[in-house]
């Protein structure tokens, strides 16, 4: 737990000299980006990575967040106040939503949570209330009482809080009850039923505590862009992007989401510098090219590989030299 500690308290100081250090909004709009979609994974992989369920869902979360930050501006309430909010509505449909569908296993699971993600698409694009089809742009008010910055180190800095937070969460999963018991039932599910695991009730506090996570992104989102639409939030390839992040980076493990996202935004911004417009949708052609590739031949994605070479190496260093020469000569 230290070497975590310690590595996290190393990505805030440098996040934080960042911040105030660097001026250039290109350099600074890289690593809010990073940041942000770092921790929509880390979400994602509380559910999916953690408890076993795929979902391609996921952005309707974001998008709790991202609309009540939005209602809440425009209705004169302060965007504070949209992260429990934000949280809540989304915790609640997490837990509306998965009731039902947890019940489901493997690939069912998942094609569940993109029907149900369709639904909540198609009901804010008819809804009035929410912008329909074209969203609404939030009206600009800068200061922190309504989380409106003219220096986008800012946003960086609460990036960065939130990131921290969601990490330290994570953390404290891997060693709590909750974690143990959504590890038994991602290995064996019947084993775990058998000892004595509700695998609906604990499945469903993980996927509320993800769906939060998302929202609490999505207030950011929302007061970074000043404008919400179905397509930035809630959209199916927004789900898709959240959870190739974690697959790239390896499902299941605490750092893997801060590095799909670090290979994903990097690439995509650095195609979009490059190439500009004529480059648009490239950067998602090699990024599937390098899906594939994991996918085929590191399925445990970037860190689980790293994790699995240095458990090999110490595994290794452990064996006794009289062994080891014995092998050799066999």
């Not at 998302?214 to 404008?227: D, E, I």
Request: charged fraction near 10%.
């Amino acid at each position: 737990m230290r070497p975590h500690l310690i590595a996290l308290a190393a990505i805030a100081a440098a996040g934080l000299v960042l911040a105030y250090a660097v001026r250039d909004a290109v350099v600074l709009d890289l690593v809010f980006t990073l940041l942000l979609y770092a921790t929509l994974g880390q979400s994602w992989n509380w559910i999916s990575g953690y408890g076993g369920n795929i979902s391609f869902g996921h952005a309707i979360f974001f998008g709790c967040g991202a609309y009540t930050s939005a209602l809440c501006v425009v209705h004169g309430i302060s965007p504070w106040l949209a992260i429990p909010a934000g949280a809540a509505v989304a915790a609640l449909l997490a837990a509306i939503t998965g009731f039902p569908t947890l019940a489901l296993r493997g690939h069912y699971f998942s094609i569940a949570t993109i029907a149900v993600a369709a639904i909540v698409d198609a009901l804010v694009r008819t809804q009035g209330w929410l912008g329909r089809a074209n969203g609404f742009e939030l009206p600009i008010a800068a200061g922190w009482a309504s989380m409106q910055f003219a220096d986008k180190g800012w946003y960086v800095v609460l990036a960065l809080v939130l990131f921290v937070a969601v990490q330290c969460a994570t953390l404290a999963l891997e060693r709590s009850r909750l974690g143990y018991y959504l590890r038994a039932l991602r290995a064996n599910h019947q084993a775990a039923a058998s000892v004595g695991i509700d695998e609906r009730r604990w499945k469903l506090i993980a996927f509320a505590w993800s769906a939060a996570m998302a929202a609490c992104a999505g207030v950011l989102y929302a007061q970074y862009t000043l404008f919400v639409d179905p397509p930035s939030t809630i959209a199916l390839s927004v789900s898709i992007d959240i959870a190739l992040i974690g697959v790239v980076g390896g499902i299941g493990t605490l750092w893997g989401p801060a590095a799909g996202a670090l290979v994903y935004v990097v690439l995509a911004k650095a195609v979009a510098l490059k190439l500009g417009g004529t480059g648009k949708g490239y950067d998602l052609v090699i990024y599937g090219a390098i899906i594939c590739v994991i996918a085929a031949l590191r399925p445990h994605g970037i860190v689980g590989t790293i994790v699995d070479g240095i458990r090999r190496r110490r595994g290794a260093a452990a064996q006794p030299p009289a062994r080891l020469a014995a092998e050799g000569a066999a």
